[in-house]
Nanobody, 114 residues
């Protein structure tokens, strides 16, 4: 049973930065395309960034140039560096495989507000 644990969220002012972390235990992490998702209030959860096993990345347009996804296959961890944060980035952030096959973690709340 894979456990996903997200951390690193918090309250930040517009223009600020946060670094989210994801730890996956008991998994075939290194073989998976991994993704960061977010769910804003009243909206569906959406994929915002993906990273393949070898490190190739993709981003949705709304975060491109501001967010950077990375992974460490040996440690089975993933990160999301978020810069130039905007109020519309406020959401609960989750990590999972690209097709969400693992059980969802509790997520980490990111609130961007002055």
């Amino acid at each position: 049973q894979v456990q996903l644990v997200e951390s690193g969220g918090g309250l930040v002012q517009p223009g600020g930065s946060l670094r989210l972390s994801c730890a996956a235990s008991g998994s075939s992490f290194s073989f998976r395309i991994m993704a960061w998702y977010r769910q804003a209030p009243g909206k569906q959860r959406e994929v915002i960034a993906t990273i393949q096993s070898g490190g190739s990345t993709n981003y949705v347009e709304s975060v491109k140039g501001r967010f950077t996804i990375s992974r460490d296959n040996a440690k089975e961890t993933m990160a999301l560096q978020m810069n130039s944060l905007k109020p519309e980035d406020t959401a609960v952030y989750y990590c999972n495989t690209l097709n969400g096959v693992w059980g969802w973690g509790q997520g980490t709340q990111v609130t961007v507000s002055s």
